[in-house]
């Protein structure tokens, strides 16, 4: 089991950065691969970025290279999202991820940007 514990969200207006970070605990050694996604109202859960537990390779979605940038600090078990530019459409709720042979989520941060 993996347990997950974000933090970081809030209010931002548009141009304006954010860090978003996730605590991992319980079977840390077992993680493939950390990473964020986010839901907007009425819209799908999207991908937004992925750091792989070995090597640290990283992806990102087309609407966030060049904005957002994922790191982990291994020492703290913590994957972070730094998030500059912030566009309103990058609101939503943004969910941790940890990928062993199955997924675990975390609880999920709300981040506004205002126009």
């Known amino acids: 089991q993996v347990q997950l514990v974000e933090s970081g969200g809030g209010l931002v207006q548009a141009g304006g950065s954010l860090r978003l970070s996730c605590a991992a605990s319980g079977s840390i050694f077992s993680i493939n691969a950390m990473g964020w996604y986010r839901q907007a109202p009425g819209k799908q859960r999207e991908l ?55 997924q675990y989520w975390g609880q999920g941060t709300q981040v506004t940007v205002s126009s």
């Open 48 to 102: 937004v970025a992925v750091i792989t537990s070995s090597g640290g390779s990283t992806n990102y979605a087309e609407s966030v290279k060049g904005r957002f940038t994922i790191f982990g600090d291994n020492a703290k078990n913590t994957v972070y999202l730094q998030m500059d530019s912030l566009k309103p459409e990058d609101t939503a709720t943004y969910y941790c991820y940890a990928k062993t042979y199955r």
